[in-house]
């Protein structure tokens, strides 16, 4: 009997130390679930402004640009270039068939011949647009991280790093760098579009712009051929299996095409 007892008094204070660790268990979990749960909810709570805020800081960084004159390479490719003098149908067909100092960027020079054509020699105007196609790339890096991080404090961060990096110092303020942000410009474009191409059951319709904004990055500069095996790099990212989504999707073949094409266009600028 005295045994009995005591087993049942044994049951009972262990079933009442299992309930105190579940409960105690349960409670820190709900801590820590509640910790996260504030600390989401404190990144949803970041200002809509806060990327304008960026553009409106770089603006404030690169403002002085605006008063630069012409320096270095400018006077090649601005003021002594050829192929800013014939404003025909006839002379932008020439810009999109030459080569001028080993680069063939034509759709850099058409900006060039179209500054030239409005403003003449007065640099004010082309530092203007070098300046706002920065602020513009900007926003493209901010909307593409949010999209592949799905977290806005990244984009912001990053953006932001790239909005003031002193690597894009010279891009920006000097004007025959204006390929950089150009073709930088397309590039993300054609990153964001792919990006909508995949959301959206490989809309053909995305698939066209994806292929376009990459061919006028190409035009823009040559260094756009790294494109194709950072589309490749996204379905990674994103866990896709590639092999089986490249079968599904052929018309991605194209991408290839114009690699090889842009490739061997990169290799003639050296001779």
């Known amino acids: ?3 009995l007892l005591n087993l049942r008094m044994n049951n009972k204070y262990l079933q009442k130390k299992s309930k105190q660790e579940t ?6 979990q709900n801590r820590s679930e509640g910790h996260y749960a504030r600390k ?4 949803k709570e970041i200002p809509k402004w806060t990327p304008i805020a ?3 800081f770089t603006t404030l960084i690169y403002i002085k640009a605006l008063f630069n004159d012409f320096a270095w390479d400018d006077e090649i490719y601005i003021m002594r270039n050829p192929f800013l003098r014939d404003f025909s149908i006839n002379g932008i067909k020439v810009i999109f068939t030459s080569f001028y100092f080993s680069n063939f960027h034509p759709i850099t020079t058409l900006t060039y011949f179209l500054e030239y054509k409005c403003f003449g020699i007065n640099p004010f105007p082309y530092h203007l647009v070098n300046i706002l196609l920065h602020l513009l790339n900007t926003w493209l890096v901010f909307k593409l991280v949010e999209q592949l991080s799905n977290k806005k404090i990244t984009a912001l961060v ?12 010279e891009s920006v303020a000097w004007i025959s760098e204006r390929k950089d942000i150009l073709y930088s410009l397309f590039y993300f474009l054609s990153l964001l579009s792919y990006l909508r191409y995949v959301k959206h059951g490989f809309s053909v319709k995305h698939y066209i712009w994806t292929l376009l904004f990459f061919i006028a990055s190409l035009l823009s500069k040559s260094a756009a051929v790294t ?6 790099g996204i379905d990674i990212f994103r866990k896709r299996k590639i092999f089986s989504v490249v079968h599904k999707r052929r018309r991605t073949m194209n991408f290839y095409l114009v690699y090889i094409g ?3 266009a990169r290799t003639m600028q050296k001779y």
């Open 262 to 264: 842009s490739s061997f």
């Open 227 to 232: 494109l194709p095996v950072l589309l490749i």
């Open 23 to 28: 409960a105690g268990k349960s409670d820190r």
């Open 158 to 169: 990053v953006s932001l790093l790239f909005a003031v990096h002193p690597m894009h110092v």
């Open 54 to 56: 960026i553009l409106v």
């Open 1 to 3: 009997m005295l045994l």
């Open 40 to 43: 989401k909810e404190s990144f």
